[in-house]
């Protein structure tokens, strides 16, 4: 069983900064890539960024320059760091852990999700 939990979502005007959090616990051996998706409301579930073991990332267009993923190994825990933030951002933000369980089973889990708001 893994968990991932969630925090640092909030209500923010437009221009500011938010930082999520998002760490995995439980039967784990390994984590592989974390990533954070967000879904607005009508809208389908979208990558906002990703991060491998090894430090590789990836970004949605709509994002570069004003977000940062990154990642602790050690804690198992992936941030977000929203800088410039737009009424566009509004979502709920999810976060995504993909590993290997302590009994050798792969794994693909996702967070309950965070509201960030976006006021203009």
């Known amino acids: 069983q893994v968990q991932l939990v969630e925090s640092g979502g909030g209500l923010v005007q437009a221009g500011g900064s938010l930082r999520l959090s998002c760490a995995a616990s439980?039967?784990?051996?390994?984590?592989?890539?974390m990533g954070w998706y967000r879904q607005a409301p009508g809208k389908q579930r979208e990558l906002v960024a990703a991060i491998t073991s090894g430090g590789t990332t990836n970004y949605a267009d709509s994002v570069k320059g004003r977000f940062t993923i990154s990642r602790d190994n050690a804690k198992n825990t992936v941030y977000l760091q929203m800088n410039g933030l737009k009424p566009e951002d509004t979502a709920v933000y999810y976060c995504?852990?993909?590993?290997?369980?302590?009994?050798?089973?792969?794994?693909?889990?996702w967070g309950q999700g965070t509201q960030v708001t976006v006021s203009s």
């Open positions: 439980g039967s784990i051996f390994s984590v592989n890539a």
């Open positions: 995504n852990s993909e590993g290997v369980t302590t009994e050798w089973v792969r794994y693909d889990y």
